[in-house]
């Protein structure tokens, strides 16, 4: 037997989590730090967050896939985007146009997922989960999106910047694109034309001149690669907005530093919401010596209880 190997790998008993009335998150989070299974990988990935907000050096990427914005993240985002924690957002049409739906006072509603669909259809609700959305609202949407591409200018522009001038046309502090553009914080989303956005885009185009270049914003988010002296990726879910962010690595000197991912998705089927990032290692987009962990979650469950202990960390320091 070897000794020295078994006393390598028994050297850290599990801890049982007490726990005592007023915690704050943060206490209740270094309950779990003591704790196994998801627990400790919660743990882990707030001791991973703290490192890479309070790094002085780090550019700190977010990916921001799934249905987030309906669910009620979106104030998170902004308020992180807000606060410098986020200098790069990464996400899907989806949630900007959930957004933008929020953003025009126009809400999301507490549903269920045992519903009659069909009931649903022939009453003009749409549903997400157990998030309902009136058909009305994509009527108010769509009109004002063409109001916003009649006042595009008429060179060629780039995603991003069609972000940013829909996000100059918001009233919502609350607003993810608002906030950003705001901030001066770049919004990337690859596959804009798969959402309502896009498709108002196109219907758009049909009659007027719009010109907008899907590789232009390859270019600027390459500067940011290049000129990141450390890397930070928090990454909700996988798809676009993950493999946009780990791809970008791949010409570049270097890999990621640090690496979080939440998702309930599993390795096996070879899709991406479910590869680990230690796989992400083996091409070079996430470094050898990076701090990484991925917590298997909800991430409505798990990104809120992270950010609010990281946060309650920050404002110690």
Request: glycine share 10%; net charge negative; proline share 4%.
């Amino acid at each position: 037997m070897d000794f020295g190997a078994s006393a390598k790998n028994l050297s850290t008993p599990v801890k049982g989590a007490k726990i005592v009335p007023n915690m704050t998150v943060d206490e209740l989070v270094k309950e779990y730090a003591g704790c196994a299974f998801g627990a400790g990988r919660l743990a882990e990935a707030v001791d991973i967050y703290y490192e890479m907000l309070a790094s002085g050096k780090t550019t700190k990427f977010f990916g921001l896939a799934g249905a987030m914005t309906p669910a009620g993240m979106r104030n998170i985002i902004a308020d992180l985007i807000r606060d410098g924690y986020i200098d790069v957002l990464v996400t899907t049409g989806a949630n900007m146009v959930h957004d933008t739906v929020e953003a025009l006072g126009l809400h999301h509603y507490k549903g269920s997922d045992c519903a009659n669909d069909i009931q649903l259809r022939h009453e003009c609700i749409d549903r997400i989960y157990d998030v309902y959305l009136p058909d009305q609202h994509f009527t108010d949407l769509e009109e004002f999106l063409q109001g916003v591409y009649s006042g595009l200018p008429q060179e060629n522009l780039s995603i991003r910047q069609v972000l940013t001038e829909i996000g100059k046309n918001l009233d919502d502090d609350s607003s993810i694109l608002k906030t950003a553009a705001e901030m001066g914080v770049p919004v990337y989303c690859p596959a804009l034309q798969d959402s309502v956005i896009g498709l108002q885009a196109w219907l758009y185009k049909e009659g007027n001149p719009l010109h907008v270049d899907a590789f232009a914003d390859m270019h600027e988010f390459m500067d940011i690669c290049y000129g990141a002296e450390s890397a930070g990726a928090m990454l909700l879910g996988g798809g676009v907005p993950k493999n946009y962010i780990l791809q970008s690595m791949l010409v570049t000197p270097r890999s990621f530093d640090y690496a979080i991912q939440l998702t309930m998705d599993r390795p096996e089927t070879g899709g991406l919401s479910g590869a680990t990032l230690d796989e992400a290692q083996s091409w070079g987009k996430v470094g050898e010596d990076a701090k990484s962990v991925t917590v298997y979650a909800d991430s409505t469950i798990t990104l809120p209880l992270i950010v609010s202990a990281v946060r309650t960390r920050l404002s110690k320091r």
